[in-house]
């Protein structure tokens, strides 16, 4: 009986001790969302608005003034930037990152047999959950730690890689997934096309009005200042959302583990108060029936 109360003594400390551990990881979670929240409200509504202009602009323009970043041709070969944390213990955040991939690898599959498919990770979690599924892929751990700088200038020099290799030939076809930040408690795994720019598909009536733009200065040179800086907009909020939502996954998942062990610290005070009567009963029962034998 002395085992068993040691035991669950033993048991409660710890549940205690890793309680404490989810508490800090929330707040500190709980601070970084506040900053990383702030950062992917004021970035969303201008990077939002500057892909629609991109977007519209290249729809409404025709001959070479559509420019190569909307050029589409046959997918020989492509890449797929997943980004995702470092950091595990975010609930089941990098998971679905991870399974929205393999549901984007699943409509390339022949181009992932022939291993014309590469893979460029954004952290370390999404490398340990592909790196058995993305068999046939070429795995890129170039930019794994890219993570630790959310900064524009760090994150433009990645964005701009992507966007040489496209006009070089090197990929026909960029995807980035992503998780878009809705609240703490809920994000959204999606894979967006990054290259080549996709148009405005509408009806018929709609394709027939063309919006009428006056470009100063001329339209190519202003549109190959334009539109690369509007990408890496994009790209960066992209990385901004992951950020975000990684917090918001971690903060909620350690505020679940601390009610957890709430739950577990109640049954098992329960337990050992239940064994801490059972082993008084047995001595006062000891003591009785010793005394007894002595009258005896």
């Known amino acids: 009986m002395s085992g068993q109360l040691k035991e669950t003594r033993e048991r409660i400390a710890s549940v205690k001790s890793t ?16 900053k990383a929240t702030q950062a992917i409200t004021e970035m969303r509504p201008y990077a939002d608005r500057l892909n629609k202009i991109m977007v519209n602009i290249l729809s409404n323009v025709e001959g070479d003034a559509s420019i190569s970043f909307a050029k589409e041709r046959p997918v020989e070969k492509m890449a797929i930037v997943v980004n995702t944390s470092n950091r595990g213990l975010a609930g089941a ?31 370390k979690k999404g490398y340990d959950f592909l790196k058995s599924k993305c068999e046939g892929c070429n795995i890129i751990q170039d930019y794994i730690g890219l993570g630790a700088d959310l900064s524009y ?84 909020k992209y990385v901004l959302d992951t950020n975000a939502g990684e917090h918001g996954a971690r903060m909620t998942a350690m505020d679940k583990a601390t009610e957890n062990a709430n739950d577990l610290l109640r049954d ?29």
């Not at 309680?19 to 506040?34: C, D, P, Y």
């Not at 399974?99 to 498919?117: H, P, R």
């Not at 980035?176 to 080549?196: D, E, G, H, M, T």
């Open 19 to 34: 309680q404490q551990i989810t508490k800090a990881m929330k707040m500190v979670s709980a601070a970084k969302l506040r």
């Open 93 to 123: 955040f990098n998971a679905n990152i991870g399974k929205e991939t393999v549901t984007l690898l699943s409509k390339y599959k022949e181009l992932q047999d022939q291993g014309k498919i590469d893979i460029i990770f954004i952290g």
């Open 153 to 236: 200038d760090n994150m433009s020099q990645m964005s701009s890689k992507l966007m040489n290799d496209f006009i070089e030939g090197n990929y026909d076809k960029i995807y980035v997934v992503y998780s878009q930040f809705k609240n703490a408690a809920v994000q959204f795994p999606k894979a967006v096309q990054f290259l080549p720019v996709a148009k405005l598909v509408g009806s018929k009536e709609k394709s027939d009005q063309k919006s009428d733009y006056i470009f100063e200065p001329s339209k190519e040179k202003l549109l190959q200042e334009l539109i690369p800086s509007i990408l890496q907009t994009s790209f960066h």
């Open 268 to 296: 098992l005070k329960i337990a050992y108060n239940k064994a801490r009567q059972e082993a008084i009963t047995n001595e006062i029962l000891e003591i009785v029936g010793g005394a007894a034998a002595l009258e005896g």
